[in-house]
């Protein structure tokens, strides 16, 4: 019997490298993603304006580190293909020597690019995920079903419990314990695009402590990180004022009027606000990903940027873990 395609569900980065790394082994697999265009936190905005210069925002990832030999080959890639370039060399006077990455054309280009070689379904949400006689069943919100004896799981760890709730699958105690305690901030964006330069610093982004600033973490002129035709800014709130403001029909005015030193005297041309559930992991695992196996030869397993590290680094390294894992 031919080997039953991995399935992966989501299309951010983790599942992404996971699926690159499997086809690199020769194993077929196909990534399923509830959205409409892959990527999920690697997001960015295209505004077209009515004389056709293009805002374009990041307003998931910003830049990205690369701190280990592994992470450094999977960019290596996204480099040689001119998706990516050094940004900085951090933020603030001087910074602090070390490279900060960014994608030439926004973030999301990254996903696409790591999709375009993948069998991917967008638009498509799982419901389910259930064990049927020895292999697992993935069953999609509009009825259609996946089987396979492999199931990479990439969304974030609470919603990935559902999904095995929903299919009554149990989980060995204390995996289930572990993943219980996942839990993430929750964070909002405000995107603005402008009629003239902002007054954000060189190179284009400030990141601030709850010390340096009660709202923002991260200010980023998209226009001078060099991805956005026209003065474009993004602010990324706090973990506990996002959580604040979460519901407030007044956040995206609050914001506005906080941001109002970082875009001078310029008319605000266009604000939107974005909400992120499930932003950035506040309690992660010590593991790279964690593998469940059934019966022989039967495998869930459990990726992202909770397990290897908060980041895009440790979202790509989780992805590369988890394909080892099967591959193994
Ligand atoms: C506001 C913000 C700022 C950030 N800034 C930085 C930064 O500057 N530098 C950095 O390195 N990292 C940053 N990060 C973190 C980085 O974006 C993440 O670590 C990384 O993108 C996570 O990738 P992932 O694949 O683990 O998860 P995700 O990107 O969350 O991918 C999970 C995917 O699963 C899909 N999914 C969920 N449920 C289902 C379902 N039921 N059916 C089908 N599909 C489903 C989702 O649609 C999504 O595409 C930031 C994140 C946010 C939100």
């Not at 199931?151 to 009554?168: F, M, R, Y």
């Not at 007044?250 to 605000?268: F, H, I, K, M, S």
């Not at 559930?277 to 964690?290: E, G, K, L, M, V």
């Amino acid at each position: 019997m031919d080997t039953p395609a991995v399935i992966v569900i989501g299309a951010g980065l983790a599942g992404l490298v996971a699926a690159n790394a499997l086809a690199d082994q020769g194993r077929a697999c196909v990534v399923v993603d509830k959205a409409r265009t892959p990527g999920g936190r690697l997001a960015t905005r295209r505004l077209v304006g009515l004389d056709q210069r293009t805002a374009r925002l990041d307003h998931g990832a910003q830049f990205f580190t690369v701190r280990s030999p592994d992470f450094a080959e999977v960019v290596h890639g996204w480099r040689r293909a001119g998706l990516v370039r050094e940004w900085c060399l951090g933020f603030g006077s001087g910074g602090d020597g070390h490279p900060r990455y960014c994608a030439e054309a926004g973030m999301n280009t990254v996903a696409k690019f790591l999709a375009s070689s993948v069998d991917l379904s967008c638009d498509s949400m799982v419901k389910s995920v259930s064990r049927r006689n020895d292999l697992l069943e993935v069953t999609m919100t509009n009825g259609d079903v996946l089987v396979s004896d492999s199931v990479i799981l990439t969304p974030p760890v609470p919603q990935s419990l559902v999904l095995l709730d929903n299919g009554a699958l149990a989980l060995p105690t204390d995996i289930a314990d572990e993943l219980g305690t996942i839990l993430y901030a929750r964070c909002l964006a405000l995107l603005v695009t402008l009629d003239g330069p902002s007054t954000v610093p060189d190179p284009g982004g400030v990141q601030l402590g709850l010390d340096d600033h009660p709202l923002f973490s991260f200010v980023g002129d998209n226009e001078m990180k060099g991805i956005s035709d026209v003065p474009a800014v993004t602010f990324h709130v706090h973990d506990e004022p996002s959580q604040h403001l979460w519901d407030s029909p007044d956040a995206e005015a609050v914001l506005l009027d906080a941001a109002r030193p970082w875009l001078g005297n310029r008319t605000v041309v266009m604000s939107e606000l974005k909400k992120w559930r499930y932003a950035r992991p506040i309690t992660a695992s010590a593991a790279t990903h964690i593998g469940v196996e059934f019966n022989e030869g039967t495998r869930l397993v459990f990726a992202g940027d909770a397990f290897a590290g908060a980041k895009m680094e440790g979202a790509a390294l989780s992805g590369l873990a988890a394909a080892e894992y099967l591959a193994g």
